[in-house]
């Protein structure tokens, strides 16, 4: 008998068995696709010689992940790559906000009225990513925090809606600027907690950068799965389960899918009846015949671009998906143009580039028209480069990755109780109501992003359980931090 297995190789399911690999215990995980990786894949979509990621592309929160940067994952193969800016906001007067590695660039970019506004805000937290990081993504009922006058400061600003922590500056470069942050989490304006989303990305941008990593995302979960196969990690694709009984003993299993498919799976009925699922994304991967000619050359520097020519735009699209439940007019864009800086990723001169905007849960139609007017904006041209196109509304998502049910890529809307307890209010997240069985995808704290914290996290819950039993000698390695 093992003493885990582990079903879906997304980063999470990857991290969790190499975390409980690390502390000596046996491990197999089964993967339904053909590769492992999940949300961080890397295929030729459209043309040969065009390495797109379908899914996520930019990894602020991977380079500041304290569960990989606990690993030796450059020793497999990892190297981040980072953008000469991590990203611009351009304008249709071809001016641009942008998020630099330095306040100051970042703060003048926003104008004089606005500058000092934007260092007070940033300030408090600078140089203490590591300690904010660690107590903000672990489970908050989980032990003291490392410093809990900075997380109490931390929460009394995240906590608000992203609109609210707008108000601090007069111009709307700025207001536009946070609104596109805390759109990653295509929640309206108005909720509660998007000023967190919206501050931890801006200090990511200042502390740890928004690199891309070379070759393309591929590389986290290979250098993940490498690792898993040294530590003596078993790794099974091509393995689609349907239910529990077809996995071999284990001591537990650990599940990197979305709530609904592990009470399919687990014989749980309606465990997560009240779980909701979000709005979705409608994603447009682009081979080019040369880069996006953008009018702000701040774009030109960029590793991401946002579109989005005023925070009420940006509001109103959030708001048309995820409140309304209709396919915005002007969607808000979040882009990325990684051969910029990793040119192995297309034919030589040529480029990958990607635009995704936000529709309804499982919506039908296609926003393709609307994705490229946006983009032809804020580059005037940008059609005449295209040489293919690869599209993918909510139905075509949710094929690709079953996690992202209805074309959620959050994996769970960020509303109500969700926008804190993920998948559900308790003590456990990770548990369920089976005793052997466990969680640990983005549907679980700290929520979406490759950044492998929810099978960090969910290891440490079934390594508590399991280790009043006959584990196997620790191997080396501090698997548990923070």
């Not at 470069?173 to 596109?180: D, M």
Request: charged content about 20%; hydrophobic content about 45%; glycine content about 10%.
């Amino acid at each position: 008998m093992r003493d885990v297995v582990v079903v879906g190789a997304g980063p999470n399911g990857l991290t969790a068995a190499v975390e409980l690999a690390r502390r000596g215990m046996s491990v197999a995980l089964f993967e339904a696709k053909e590769t492992v990786g999940g949300g961080a894949r890397t295929e030729e979509l459209t043309l040969p010689g065009f390495r797109h990621d379908p899914c996520s592309a930019v990894h602020p929160m991977g380079a500041g992940s304290p569960a990989f940067n606990a690993m030796p994952l450059a020793r497999y193969g990892l190297e981040w790559v980072h953008p000469e800016l991590p990203l611009a906001h351009p304008f249709p007067d071809g001016s641009a906000a942008v998020l630099a590695r330095a306040v100051g660039e970042t703060a003048a970019s926003l104008g004089p009225a606005d500058a000092a506004s934007y260092r007070r805000l940033v300030a408090p937290y600078l140089g203490r990513w590591e300690t904010l990081v660690g107590d903000f993504m672990k489970v908050p009922w989980d032990g003291l925090p490392r410093d809990p006058v900075l997380l109490a400061r931390f929460g009394l600003t995240a906590l608000q809606p992203v609109s609210w922590l707008a108000r601090r500056f007069s111009d709307d470069r700025a207001r536009a600027l946070l609104s596109g942050l805390a759109a990653h989490v295509i929640a309206p304006t108005s909720t509660p907690a998007t000023g967190a989303v919206a501050l931890v990305f801006a200090l990511a941008a200042h502390e740890v950068g928004w690199p891309i990593a070379r070759g393309g995302s591929q590389a986290i979960s290979d250098a993940l799965a490498g690792y898993l196969r040294d530590l003596g990690g078993e790794i099974h694709t091509g393995v689609e389960v349907r239910r529990l009984d077809e996995l071999p003993p284990a001591r537990a299993y650990v599940f990197d899918t979305s709530p609904t498919a592990l009470a399919r799976i687990a014989g749980l009925g309606r465990a997560y009846r009240d779980f909701r699922y979000g709005a979705a994304a409608f994603k447009i991967d682009y081979a080019l015949d040369g880069p996006v000619p953008w009018t702000a050359p701040e774009a030109r520097r960029a590793g991401s671009v946002h579109l989005g020519s005023s925070s009420a735009e940006i509001s109103r699209a959030l708001d048309d998906a995820a409140r309304h439940g209709r396919a915005p007019e002007v969607p808000f864009l979040v882009t990325s143009q990684p051969t910029l800086f990793d040119p192995s990723r297309a034919p030589a001169g040529k480029h990958v580039y990607w635009a995704y905007g936000h529709v309804p849960n499982g919506w039908t139609g296609d926003l393709t028209e609307a994705v490229e007017r946006q983009i032809e904006r804020f580059a005037p041209g940008f059609r005449d480069l295209v040489l293919a196109r690869a599209v993918a509304g909510p139905p075509e998502l949710a094929r690709r990755n079953a996690n992202y049910v209805g074309g959620d890529i959050a994996c769970g809307a960020f509303t109500g109780t969700q926008t804190m307890f993920r998948p559900r209010i308790g003590p456990r997240p990770y548990a369920t109501a089976h005793p052997s069985v466990f969680l640990c995808s983005s549907a679980t704290w700290p929520a979406p992003g490759v950044h492998g914290m929810s099978g960090h996290n969910a290891a440490k819950a079934v390594w508590r359980q399991l280790r009043g039993g006959a584990a196997r000698p620790r191997r080396s390695g501090a698997a548990f931090r923070g």
